[in-house]
């Protein structure tokens, strides 16, 4: 008798992002240090009330809480998310409408799940956040992606948009500011690409857990919540992992004015019990989190995008373009497969005892072929160390057997 695991279970893909761990740790343990460009875990402190308020959880007993989260949790939100904005001709988000989940993981499956059944599709600019399709091939949604290029700032036209709408087509998912492209939709562009969702009867879940990083001084980056017209259509995702630098507590949430929508993606989450309680207390500390805090983050992390972008830029055959936000972006190296290239970094090459980790780009294409010669690099770490892995890339580059001349 054989077990095998279901169709869905062996044709997953494994995280691009994650993928090569097991080289990192192999080069650990023999004692290389590994810059870790690879994955969106910031080094920024997480805000010291959030932490006071995890050792100042005194409850007796660790219960469930509510499905849909802690009142005065899902109350804060509310008054977060009317705070983003001055336009006082829309109604306010009601603590009704927001959803307290797992992380925006699970909001956005649970969007998915509440907006498409069993072979129906969801529409992702390329290169996108792998984990779209991931949590779309557990639910048996298919992922079609619409092409977007360095070419022009990895920009998304509702023209496009309109284009790709098929038949099967029930949501569309956007990241703005956008993992991986850094790329940030205007408020302009966002309303048309809202309306074209809305006239075709397609959802819009809009991925905004890197709002505050924007580096133009604009602050933070226009949410879905405050287009006009688009409450039957908009699914907001959010989530404390990258504004408070608090990956590990697993908060984030799904707001939507569309009250049937609320009501599918509340039974979702009635199955899972209920969102970390503990968690959901010390996110609520962070809520107050004064802005000059965040600002003086936000300036940080300029200062680390102009630094990796210049490393970057000077070396020979690499190209990189400046992104506008969040802490990710595209770089196109001058090898025919960059995935091979990244594990030789890690297996075969050090500088004094230092390597460097990319995640290979290839994928976060949905269509063959493209991403093969890319690399996401995110600027998590300090300048220092930023300016250490352009070193120890230009050196790689200089040594690589199968480098392009170009
Ligand atoms: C674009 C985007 N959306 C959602 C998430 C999920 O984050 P979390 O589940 O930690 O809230 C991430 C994490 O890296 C992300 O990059």
Redesign the pocket.
Known sequence: MAFHPSLRGQNAQASP?RRLSPYADAAKARGVQVLHLNI?QPDIPTPPRMLEAYRHFDDKVLAYGASEGSAPYRTALAKYFNSLTSDTTHAPVQPTQVLVT???????QFAIAATCDLGEEILVAEPY?P?YKGFAQILGVTTRAITTSAANGFALSAEQVRAAIGPKTRALII?SP??PTGAVINAANLQEIGNVCRDAGIFLVS?E??RDFVYDGSGRAPSVLWREGLDDCAIL?D????RYSA?GA???CLVTRNREIYAAALKFAQTRLSPPVIDQFAALAALDTPQSETDAHIADYKRRRDALVAGLCAIPGVRAQTPAG?FYLIVELPVPDAEKFCIWLLENFAVDGETVMFAPADGFYATPGLGKNQVRAAYVLEVPKLQRACQVLTAALAAYPERLKR
């Open positions: 992002i969106g797992v992380g925006g993981s699970e909001a956005l956040y984990n990241s956008g993992n991925d857990v890197y995702i989530s404390v992992s990258k990956c697993r908060v984030g969040a």
